[in-house]
Structure formats: C-alpha cells, structure tokens
C-alpha cells in the first residue's frame, strides 16, 4: 500500500520525488552489503535526514520508522541471528514496496493536478453567502482572471461535513445554501467521477470552464482540531501538488488571516453593511 504523504509547505513535488527514489536505490544497496543491520539503519537513518525538509513527520514515521523498524533499533544485540535476520528481510521487502507504491501514487497525483488554470479553494462561508449559488458560478467575478483560463475549484471533505451541519441548523437561508450546494455536489460528482462542470465550454467561441471537486482526507490523515486551520491545512496540501498557489476564498477575517500567515494566496469577500 502506498503511504499518501503531505509535502511540506515551500517543498517541491520534484525534490520528494527524486529524493524517494534516492532512498529506493539506497535501499536496494543494502542487500549486498557486508554488514546488513547496519546497512539498514543507516539507510533509515540517511533518508530521513534527506527527507524531513520535504515531507510531514507522520508519513516519514509510516513510510520509513514503522513499529517493526523499531523492534529491528531494539535487538541490535541479536544481529546476525535468524530471528532478527528475517525481520529485517521482511522489513526491506515491504519498504521497498512501500516506496515504490508512494512514487507511482505522487506521479498519479501530479498528473492529475496538472491541469492548466486557476485553483481556488472556498471556504464554507463562501457557499453561504455568495450571492450566486453555486450551481450558478459560471464566472466568479471575484476572481481578475481571464475568461479563457479554466477555474477549479477544490472542496476539502471538512467543508462537505460543515455544510452537512448547517442544512439542519441556523437560519432558512444557511440551511437552503447549504442543502443546495450538497445537491450540486451529489448531482455533479457521482461514484468514480473525479470532477464535476460548471460551465461546459462551447466549441464555437472560448468560453470559461469552473470545475468542481471534493477532495477527500488520505488515508490514516489526523485532522487539526480547529475546521478553519484544517481548510487552510488542506489548502496547502493541495498547493504543493499543484506546484502553484491555491487561492483561499473567505468571507471570514480570522480565516484570511489563517490563510495568509500560511503562505496562502487570500481573497477576502466582505457582506454589504446592511447585513
């Protein structure tokens, strides 16, 4: 299985890339070498030095420091012995299966990130109050953005759950937003289907094209307690697979706030006076 890692902020898919195929080579030395026990701690060891400028300590833990790679760390005074010898077998199988799922996975995500346009990612807020409703955001005039360049916009499954809460709750109108923009989702974005079309571009004249798609949490991803830097937290994320910036979209000035001491890209909405 591979292991879904984050990129840390300022990283670049290239570097984690090269690096994880560094450390694949690294570890295939290892089967040769004189002494395979010490051969494998250094490799664990080099390659989280090499790798912890790039990705989130917790997918460094589940791609290189796994719990066997402990046990391996605590019977370093049975080394040579049968029992360690095929725990450390075992473990070099499966981390060079581990890598090599994680590099084909990271070329699976660049790809499918590698659109051309322009990435924006709404908060909840935006749904809400937006004076088009989502179904209606053939050209969201936020954006200074040319209408020929394609708009896509990314909805992190913690906003899905937020607007999950409001269409119970609130006033009417929170709760018809929130109802209506669920059913935009669920009607754009069936089973298998990655993104859904706003606007469907003409073939007689260049048209905008605004995509819509929810993005899911990877596997074993532990959230931040607060939903709002979770958002922003998740806005990163996909900024780094994206390799360009993420505009954040907010009507929230403590949200935009998040965002821009984040490294993100902000455009703040603000509600006329009279609300």
Do not use: C
Not at 67 to 79: E, N, P, T
Not at 138 to 167: S, T
Not at 213 to 223: I, K, M, S, W
């Amino acid at each position: 299985m591979p292991v879904l890692i984050s990129l840390l902020p300022g990283a670049r898919g290239n570097d984690v890339l090269a690096g994880l195929r560094l450390a694949l080579g690294e570890l295939q030395n290892t089967y040769s070498a004189p002494d395979r026990y010490i051969a494998y701690a250094q490799w664990a060891n080099n390659t989280v030095r090499q790798l912890r400028h790039l990705i989130r300590p917790g997918d460094l833990e589940a791609l290189i420091l796994t719990r066997r790679y402990w046990v391996i760390q605590s019977l370093a005074g049975m080394a040579g012995g049968p029992q360690v010898n095929d725990l450390l077998n075992m473990e070099v199988e499966e981390r060079k299966r581990a890598i090599e799922d994680t590099i084909g996975e990271l070329n699976e995500q660049f790809n499918h990130w590698s659109r051309p346009g322009v990435y924006v990612l709404p908060d909840t807020s935006v749904y809400i109050n937006y004076p088009q409703k989502v179904e209606d955001w053939g050209r969201l005039g936020f954006l200074d953005i040319r209408p020929d360049v394609p708009i896509h916009v990314v909805v992190p499954i913690v906003v899905v759950e937020e607007l999950d809460r409001l269409k119970d709750s609130g006033q009417k109108p929170t709760r018809w937003r929130a109802r209506h923009t669920l059913a935009v989702l669920d009607r754009l974005l069936p089973a298998q289907v990655k993104w859904g079309v706003l606007t469907p571009a003409k073939v007689e004249a260049v048209q905008e094209v605004v995509t819509i798609e929810v993005v899911l949490d990877p596997p074993g991803h532990l959230r931040l307690p607060i939903a709002d830097d979770e958002i922003v937290d998740r806005a990163l994320a996909i900024q780094s697979l994206v390799r360009q910036s993420v505009i954040l979209v907010t009507y929230d000035t403590a949200q935009s706030t998040r965002g821009r001491m984040a490294g993100l890209t902000v455009r703040k909405l603000e509600l006329p006076l009279d609300e």
